[in-house]
């Protein structure tokens, strides 16, 4: 098994920042790409950011140059760093990673997700 456990969602003000944090544990071999995806009361799930092993990072359009994804030198813990919010990125957001378990089979998995409301 493999959890992925975040943190750091909250309220806040609009123009105010926020930090996300997701740790992965439990039988991993190896994580591939980490990110994070959010979901809007009635909107479909939709990509925020994820960062690759090598570094390589993407963005919706919607959050570049505001939202800034990193990994730790472990590399199983991502963290999303939000500046600039605005009413629209009120969302529940959820970590997503892939990757290999220790019995060395590819899979994916999803934290729980955490609550962020940017409202005045």
């Known amino acids: 098994q493999v959890q992925l456990v975040e943190s750091g969602g909250g309220l806040v003000q609009p123009g105010g920042s926020l930090r996300l944090s997701c740790a992965a544990s439990g039988n991993i071999f190896s994580i591939n790409t980490m990110g994070w995806y959010r979901q809007a009361p009635g909107k479909e799930r939709e990509l925020v950011a994820n960062?690759?092993?090598?570094?390589?990072?993407n963005y919706a359009d919607s959050v570049k140059g505001r939202f800034t994804i990193s990994r730790d030198n472990a590399k199983t813990t991502v963290y999303l760093q939000m500046n600039s919010l605005k009413p629209e990125d009120t969302a529940v957001y959820y970590c997503h990673s892939h990757g290999y378990t220790i019995a060395r089979t590819y899979d994916y998995w999803w934290g729980q997700g955490t609550q962020v409301t940017v409202s005045s």
């Open positions: 960062i690759t092993n090598s570094g390589y990072t």
